[in-house]
Nanobody
């Protein structure tokens, strides 16, 4: 059974930083990326970015230069370092597993989701 468990969410003031973590277990895929999505109230879920098997990363324009995605060597853990946070970053953040061919930034095809962790940024 595949499980993704996020942690690290919370409340922070604008300009602050947070790091989210996601522990992945039970996954048997070889070619996949690990991704972060977010969903703000009243808005569609959007992809924040992902990291591929070779540690190549891609980011949405809205977070580029502020957020950093990383993984451990065994690909059991996924991280999202968020700096210079803005109120518009407020959302529920989800980690996800996508097959390699579904890893485009506009792709919403996800095989596994975590339960989400809330990030709230106040002005």
């Amino acid at each position: 059974q595949v499980q993704l468990v996020e942690s690290g969410g919370g409340s922070v003031q604008a300009g602050g930083s947070l790091t989210l973590s996601c522990i992945v277990s039970g996954l048997r895929y070889v070619n996949y990326c690990m991704a972060w999505f977010r969903q703000a109230p009243g808005k569609e879920r959007e992809k924040v970015g992902h990291v591929e098997r070779d540690s190549t990363t891609s980011y949405a324009d809205s977070v580029k230069g502020r957020f950093t995605i990383s993984q451990d060597n065994a690909r059991n853990s996924l991280y999202l370092q968020m700096n210079t946070l803005k109120p518009e970053d407020t959302a529920m953040y989800y980690c996800a597993i996508q097959r390699s061919w579904d890893c485009g930034l506009t792709s919403t095809r996800v095989d596994y989701w975590g339960q989400g962790t809330q990030v709230t940024v106040s002005s």
